[in-house]
T-cell receptor
Framework: GQSLEQPSEVTAVEGAIVQINCTYQ??????LSWYQQHDGGAPTFLSY????GLEETGRFSSFLSRSDSYGYLLLQELQMKDSASYFC???????????FGTGTKLQVIP | DTGVSQDPRHKITKRGQNVTFRCDPI?????LYWYRQTLGQGPEFLTY????????KSRLLSDRFSAERPKGSFSTLEIQRTEQGDSAMYLC?????????FGEGSRLTVL
């Protein structure tokens, strides 16, 4: 089957760095995506890793290790507006089925 | 606005009634996805389409759920004989390259 695991909650201080880990199990793995969702809002795309290594987009970076079935999202210089839920998601199969994890609720405190 | 749009945004219905949701994707996107999300959970995969072809339907879905994308453009999700457990946010997303663009969702409340 397909499954993703990530921590349910993380708390971090404004200005700090936080890492949200994700492990997955699937067949036909294509890549790992990350999405952000604020309360009451729709998920929005943050990053995508198809190959091993680090992808950087501004304050956000995402890492993938296909051999370890593991990835993480790194948020730097945390701001209060980063308080949200973060989901890792697997893209799998030739037509890119996307399966989401249960999400990590990030609380940024002053 | 050229984003993904969903209609209606809110639906309150009585148990046993049928409901239908509509999703209009971004026009050039060939893939369309339906998800269900309840409070504190991640989006749960329901089904997805490549153009008009339905590629997969979640085995968790009962036969009361059906989705169509008749001309490879808009899509509908119908729930027959609704149950209280169907209360959730129903999210639609479209994609061309793997990145999903979500609509604002249709919130269903079954009384």
């Amino acid at each position: 089957g397909q499954s993703l695991e990530q921590p349910s909650e993380v708390t971090a201080v404004e200005g700090a760095i936080v890492q949200i880990n994700c492990t997955y199990q699937t067949s036909g793995f294509y890549g790992l995506s990350w999405y952000q969702q604020h309360d009451g809002g729709a998920p929005t795309f943050l990053s995508y890793n198809a190959l091993d290594g680090l992808e950087e987009t501004g304050r956000f970076s995402s890492f993938l290790s296909r051999s370890d079935s593991y990835g993480y999202l790194l948020l730097q210089e945390l701001q209060m507006k980063d308080s949200a839920s973060y989901f890792c998601a697997m893209n799998s199969g030739g037509y890119q089925k996307v399966t989401f994890g249960t999400g990590t609720k990030l609380q940024v405190i002053p | 606005d050229t984003g993904v749009s969903q209609d209606p945004r809110h639906k309150i219905t009585k148990r046993g009634q049928n409901v239908t949701f509509r999703c209009d994707p971004i026009s050039e996107h060939n893939r369309l996805y339906w998800y269900r999300q309840t409070l504190g959970q991640g989006p749960e995969f329901l089904t997805y389409f490549q153009n008009e072809a339905q590629l997969e339907k979640s085995r968790l879905l009962s036969d009361r759920f059906s989705a169509e994308r008749p001309k490879g453009s808009f899509s509908t999700l119908e729930i027959q004989r609704t149950e209280q457990g169907d209360s959730a946010m129903y999210l639609c997303a479209s994609s061309q390259t793997g990145e999903l663009f979500f609509g604002e969702g249709s919130r269903l409340t079954v009384l």
